[in-house]
């Protein structure tokens, strides 16, 4: 009896999606791995290290810039399908003429405070780059909010794929991550348009429009979830900037590798949370009772962390090895640490789903904010002391923390009661 109220009706498309989503993690973190494997193999240490700081810098400020658009913007779309042109027409004009800008103009000041002016054109390829993802990802949200979970997995694969190609062609024979760094941006303009070319023709027609007061409304709308995202952003990544200025790009090389695969790990666990969201903001906007999704996302997400967390542990330095050489074993050790946030950041990323449903995004921003703060204090504090391990302590203590205040304001919302 249990399976078949699972696979009826909202049940069923949850679990089809959540296929698709896991199924696209899978996927695409496996094709993102080699493609970190082949950087490594042909960067080394150091290289990774510039690399990951210039990428890592660049998703920082647009972070701040992007307005915040993505939860919003989701929300709305799968509540009522007649706003879709106007907030993917404003939307994106925000990002294509605001934050992809501003951005540079970030990228230039901070090449100059950090003295670092010789990786400038590659820290404004990698603002690029970042900010075209953004658009990537903005169009794709209007795709998810309709469920169309089968068109973001295949868009996803084929830019995993296509990247890949380019950082293997592109580094093989020039060892130049200027030159990948403009291949990639090829793609995603090349993606961008393809992705425009299906939400014209199956959602609604989309053009770059500029409407003041809409515009005015909706930034006032997502306010919140501009802070709340950014600083989600840096209490997750701020560690690689950290120690690359504290110690050095080599031990930002080490540990970026630890980051890299931490990040594909959770997608399992994060792809069931954003594949029962749409489904979320449908039945209670439609005042229908949602304990049933909460309680199930939450059981199967905490299985599969588990068995990461253990798959890691055993694997780890075998994993590391192999794939990426001796060079990057000191990984494992803060890999292993690292790993046991997933016992907590995938959760977060859902209390914070069901929290913008909930229209309470100002908490969101909020909690994540004050993550964020006490993530780089901490490490600023403590990676004198301990090294880049210092950095995967304070992930683990920061991601527990928020996610206690964020589980408290769901069970005053009853959120996470049957109501029977």
């Known amino acids: ?39 490594g193999r042909l960067l080394g240490v150091q290289g990774v290290g510039t690399y990951s700081f210039a990428v890592t810098f660049a998703a920082i400020a ?44 970030v990228a230039i000041t901070v090449s100059v405070l950090l003295r670092r002016t010789d990786d400038l054109l590659m820290l404004l390829l990698a603002c690029f780059y970042t900010g075209l993802t953004g658009v990537f990802s903005l169009i794709g949200e209007g795709i998810t909010a309709i469920e169309r979970f089968s068109v973001s997995f295949w868009y996803n694969c084929i830019q995993k794929i296509l990247i890949f190609i380019s950082t293997f062609i592109t580094l093989y024979f020039t060892r130049s991550m200027t030159i990948m760094l403009i291949f990639h941006n090829l793609v995603f303009i090349i993606l961008i348009f393809t992705e425009l070319f299906y939400v014209n023709r199956n ?59 931490y990040i594909a790990a959770s997608f399992i666990p994060l792809a069931m949370a954003k594949a029962a969201t749409p489904t979320f903001n449908r039945m209670y906007a439609n005042k229908e009772c949602v304990y049933g999704i909460v309680k199930n996302t939450f059981k199967w997400m905490l299985v599969a962390s588990v068995l990461l967390i253990v798959g890691i542990f055993v694997l780890g330095k ?13 990984a494992a050790e803060s890999l292993k640490i690292l790993s046991v946030s ?79």
């Open 203 to 261: 959602l609604c027609k989309v053009h770059l429009e500029l409407d003041i007061l809409f515009c005015k409304e909706l930034v006032r709308e997502s306010a919140p979830t501009i802070l709340g995202a950014a600083a989600e952003y840096v209490s997750l990544k701020s560690d690689l900037l950290v120690i690359s200025i504290l110690i050095g790009d080599v031990a930002n090389g080490l540990y970026s590798i630890s980051s890299n695969i």
């Open 62 to 105: 647009y972070m701040f810039l992007n307005l915040g658009l993505g939860g919003i913007f989701q929300r709305n779309i799968a509540r009522d399908l007649r706003v879709a042109e106007k907030l993917y027409s404003n939307a994106l004009a925000l990002r294509i003429l605001f934050s992809i800008p501003m951005s540079f103009i």
């Open 1 to 39: 009896m249990k399976i078949r109220r699972i696979i009826r009706g909202s049940g069923w498309l949850i679990v089809k999606n959540s296929i698709y989503g896991m199924a696209g993690a899978v996927f695409g973190q496996a094709v993102a791995m080699l493609t970190s494997v082949v950087m």
């Open 342 to 420: 997933l016992l907590f950041m995938p959760f977060n990323r859902f209390f914070e789903y069901l929290l913008v449903g909930l229209n309470k995004q100002r908490i969101v921003a909020r909690y994540t904010a004050w993550g964020a703060i006490f993530n780089v204090i901490a490490n600023v504090l403590l990676v004198p002391v301990l090294g880049m391990n210092a950095v995967a302590i304070t992930t683990i203590v920061t991601e527990c923390i928020v996610m206690v205040m964020e589980l408290k304001v769901l069970r005053k919302a009853k959120l996470l009661e049957s109501g029977e």
């Open 318 to 330: 075998w994993g590391i090895t192999i794939l990426w050489g001796s060079e990057f074993e000191m």
